[in-house]
C-alpha cells in the first residue's frame, strides 16, 4: 500500500509565506513525477507545479515567480516553498505521485488527503 501525507497547510496574511510537504511511504519502486494541485471552493482541482525525478519543473503561470517545487528523491518527498501569498491562493493543496508499485507493472497515480492554505487578514 502506498500513502501519501501531506503537512504545513494554514493560515498565513497575504504576502506571506508557506512550505508544504508530502512524503510518500509504502511499498514503492519507482516515483516518476511528483506534483502540487489545488481546489478552490467551487472550482475544479487544477496543477500548481510538478517535478520529475530529474528535476524538471512545470509551473502554473499565477504562481511562476512566487511558488517554487522542490523533492528529494531519497526521502520520497516533495515540496512547495509558496512565497507571496495571495488571497487567491486560498484552496486545498494537494500531493500526487506518479509512481511504479513493483517492477513490470503499470505506473498508477495516487494521492494525498489534501492541506488547507488560506491567505487571509
Known amino acids: 500500500q502506498v500513502q501519501l501525507v501531506e503537512s504545513g497547510g494554514g493560515l498565513v496574511q497575504p504576502g506571506g509565506s508557506l512550505r508544504l510537504s508530502c512524503a510518500a511511504s509504502g511499498s514503492i519502486f519507482r516515483i516518476y513525477t511528483m506534483g502540487w494541485y489545488r481546489q478552490a471552493p467551487g472550482k475544479q482541482r487544477e496543477l500548481v507545479a510538478s517535478?520529475?525525478?530529474?528535476?524538471?519543473?512545470n509551473s502554473q503561470d499565477s504562481v511562476k515567480g512566487r511558488f517554487t517545487i522542490s523533492r528529494d528523491n531519497a526521502k520520497n518527498t516533495v515540496y512547495l516553498q509558496m512565497n507571496s501569498l495571495k488571497p487567491e491562493d486560498t484552496a486545498v493543496y494537494y500531493c500526487?505521485?506518479?509512481?511504479?508499485?513493483?517492477?513490470?507493472?503499470?505506473?498508477?497515480?495516487?494521492w494525498g488527503q489534501g492541506t488547507q492554505v488560506t491567505v487571509s487578514l
Open positions: 500526487n505521485a506518479h509512481l511504479v508499485r513493483d517492477w513490470g507493472t503499470a505506473a498508477e497515480n495516487y
Open positions: 517535478i520529475t525525478s530529474g528535476g524538471s519543473t
